[in-house]
């Protein structure tokens, strides 16, 4: 408890840090559901901290949530006053740049600078030397006159590799890491827990590089707060786990928001190559001088061709015009045989073998780019220029060993281009199965604590991210019961022909403005997309009880200048989509929002990806369970209901109503099969739903509110 930084844990917090720890002294992964507002996170940080400092490992937490690094932050914050811990936050490369150069480009800065500062520092010290033996020639030495000829020719050398590299391109901030001092800042650094944007304020001031400094810093620290971007890509992981000077048995990690890791582990493993890309390296290998770029020419004007007649055949009639901004994905795969962009590329190329081909082009893609980097060590070329060949080849290579694989779906895209109005296309590996990037990361650490409000069902978990023998715990809301209530509202299901109904569209409209009406503070109101909170919108605004609070959350517009409003009015009402920022990892307190309400069952838009991947799930876990819906469509959705319902009652003082309008979470849904969703809500939450009808929600509501003496004033009236 010495890392608790709080007067007493909240119910069943104790317990649960108190199975976590047995659990790391196991070596076994956790995990951890609770309820929104009940401490998961210092449940997991305080026994793995505690762990950690006794076993000499380090900590790592990590979110995909913004707000939830934030308040990360604060717990680290709150724990250093308690006990004294070595903490950093660690950002990407690219947000905390001082001269916004892309990676690669960093990568050989860095080299040619370090460069040029070991060879001053090699001048200083050849320096030194001359003029020591200046001393001893006046001395009358023998010999020293010859040394000293020698040292001022090697001088004399080295001024000449000084002025070639000042001549290139080198960074100004990391020369300056280099030659001062910076025991100041890693003072600073550990004086508190820093963000990398007081990071950046600080090395900008001084005219340092504060991510180089923040890497050297991180060494052996017990603390890093990261996002998932660090941890699931193998690549970075590896560096990441080298800049902590840790191997991956001496890390204890620790995932926020952990239903998140499907999703995001699949957008890191997936792979693709635009036309464009294959275009560049075409024109890219004119100017290469190699016997091998015939080769590399003969695969990838091969692959190009058969890219463009995909997808010019599989754009059905009409369907290119309709083609946007926006990558449309066009359907390519085949039950029974390779996808129609392998068997074009086969049809199309011609060679002496595609795989030998690939290889060559893989050699020559490398080579090119080591000449590209040596270019701009010199100063030849003012940007680290990008080897389109070695891309496009390494992609090749990877569509023709991979593409047939279990959990690989080819796909072809196109989207239209913005300045020349022509289409282009793209070829994308879609990865369903996320446990072929996240099962080699939990068997490599130490431990993993992976905790969120919506994770059960935990057998489901383990399958799709590849955990063994997890320790697994369930902490409901333990707040008390009579300060919420939550209500099925016995709504029509909003399946695609019924949210057309006017008479359907009129009945929901009423649901939302009694809900709004009857709460003593603001509403926020879900929906299954954008498009929905728009049109509800558009209803509310003609009832002159609602108009004047309503306010809209639209798709690709900043979300935290709007939550700000919301919060800040009295009776505002709040339309936004479950799949936005506001859905999960934002806290609405006390009147901040009152009642929430879930219009719909927020199913996932089912495209060929969603159909890929629950096809995928069939076959790696065959029928049992009927996997490939229950995986990837039906618990999902859940879980994004009961993230939205999470919004409110934060706290054990706290009160408020929790509304879900629709009959498939009614009583009723028993009859709808697979499409009834009740029976999936964790059994203490379906216990707790009580069915209404459309016109009995006002009077459940004034009941509840003011049972707990809410109102200001009298009540309204129904």
Not at 61 to 67: A, F, G
Not at 388 to 415: I, N, Y
Not at 634 to 649: C, D, N, S, W, Y
């Amino acid at each position: 408890m010495r890392f608790f930084p709080y007067e007493r844990p909240y119910p069943n917090q104790r317990e649960a840090m108190s199975s976590i720890a047995e659990a790391l002294d196991e070596e076994r992964d956790v995990l951890i559901e609770g309820a929104p507002g009940t401490g998961k996170t210092l449940s997991a940080l305080v026994p793995a901290l505690e762990y950690a400092q006794r076993e000499d490992k380090t900590v790592v937490i990590t979110t995909n949530v913004h707000q939830q690094m934030r308040q990360f932050v604060e717990d680290a914050r709150a724990i250093t006053r308690e006990e004294p811990i070595r903490a950093v936050v660690f950002k990407g490369k690219s947000s905390m740049c001082h001269i916004d150069v892309e990676y690669q480009e960093c990568q050989t800065l860095r080299d040619t600078t370090r460069s040029l500062v070991e060879k001053e520092q090699d001048r200083a010290e050849l320096s030194e030397q001359a003029n020591a033996l200046v001393e001893r020639m006046r001395e009358g030495e023998r010999g020293a006159g010859d040394a000293r000829t020698a040292v001022t020719d090697e001088l004399d050398e080295l001024e000449d590799e000084l002025e070639a590299l000042r001549e290139g391109n080198i960074c100004e901030f990391y020369h300056n890491n280099l030659t001062e001092n910076t025991d100041e800042f890693f003072q600073w650094l550990f004086d508190d827990v820093r963000t990398p944007d007081d990071i950046y304020e600080y090395a900008d001031q001084r005219k340092l590089c504060g991510y180089e400094l923040l890497k050297e810093g991180m060494e052996e620290v017990d603390l890093v707060v990261c996002n998932y971007h660090h941890l699931l890509d193998p690549n970075i992981r590896e560096q990441f786990f080298r800049w902590l000077n840790r191997d991956p048995e001496d890390v204890i990690t620790v995932f926020d928001e952990a239903h998140n890791i499907e999703s995001a582990a699949r957008d890191h493993a997936s792979r693709s190559l635009t036309e464009n890309t294959l275009e560049q390296a075409l024109s890219e290998l004119e100017d290469a001088d190699d016997s091998r770029t015939e080769s590399a020419r003969n695969v990838l004007s091969a692959f190009l061709g058969a890219l463009r007649e995909t997808y010019d055949d599989a754009l059905g009639f009409g369907e290119r015009e309709q083609v946007g901004d926006d990558w449309h994905d066009l359907s390519i795969a085949n039950r029974d045989r390779r996808d129609e962009l392998t068997l074009t590329f086969l049809d199309r190329y011609e060679g002496r073998g595609i795989d030998a081909e690939v290889d060559l082009a893989l050699q020559l893609g490398k080579r090119l780019d080591r000449e590209y980097e040596e270019a701009y060590k010199d100063g030849e070329t003012t940007t680290r220029k990008e080897c389109q060949t070695l891309q496009a080849a390494e992609f090749v290579a990877t569509w023709m060993a991979d593409g047939a694989k279990l959990g690989q779906h080819p796909m072809c895209s196109v989207r239209r281009d913005g300045g020349t109005e022509e289409i282009y296309g793209r070829a994308e590996l879609y990865t369903c199965i996320p446990r072929e990037v996240t099962e080699t990361l939990f068997e490599e650490v130490h431990a993993s604590i992976l905790m969120s409000a919506t994770l059960r069902p935990f057998d489901v978990a383990e399958d799709v991210l590849g955990l063994s023998d997890p320790k697994t715990m369930a902490y409901g809301l333990e707040y008390p019961e009579e300060n919420r209530r939550t209500l099925a509202v016995e709504t029509p299901a909003l399946f695609k022909s019924e949210r057309e109904e006017p008479r359907t569209q009129e009945r929901l409209t009423d649901v939302l403005a009694d809900a709004s009406r009857f709460t003593p503070g603001n509403t926020l109101v879900f929906f299954p997309s954008y498009s929905e909170a728009e049109r509800y919108h558009e209803r509310l605004t003609e009832r002159t009880d609602v108009t004047d609070r309503l306010l809209l959350d639209e798709a690709g517009t900043p979300t935290e200048e709007l939550r700000q409003k919301f919060v800040a009015r009295d009776g505002a009402v709040l339309l936004t989509s479950l799949w936005g920022t506001l859905a999960e990892g934002v806290s609405f307190d006390g009147d901040d929002a009152r009642t929430v309400v879930v219009v719909g069952v927020p199913y996932p838009h089912l495209s060929e990806r969603m159909e890929a991947i629950q096809d995928a799930y069939d076959r790696a876990y065959g029928d049992r369970r009927k996997a490939g819906w229950r995986y990837a469509v039906e618990i999902p959705t859940i879980r994004k209901t009961r993230q939205a319902l999470g919004r409110v009652i934060r706290s054990p003082e706290d009160f408020g109503v929790r509304v879900v309008a629709d009959k498939r979470y009614t009583r009723a849904s028993s009859e709808m099969g697979k499409y009834g969703v009740r029976s999936t809500f964790p059994p203490e939450e379906r216990a707790e739903l009580v069915d209404v009808a459309p016109e009995k929600l006002k009077f459940a509501m004034l009941n509840f509110y003011a049972d707990h003496d809410a109102y200001d004033g009298a009540p309204p009236t129904p």
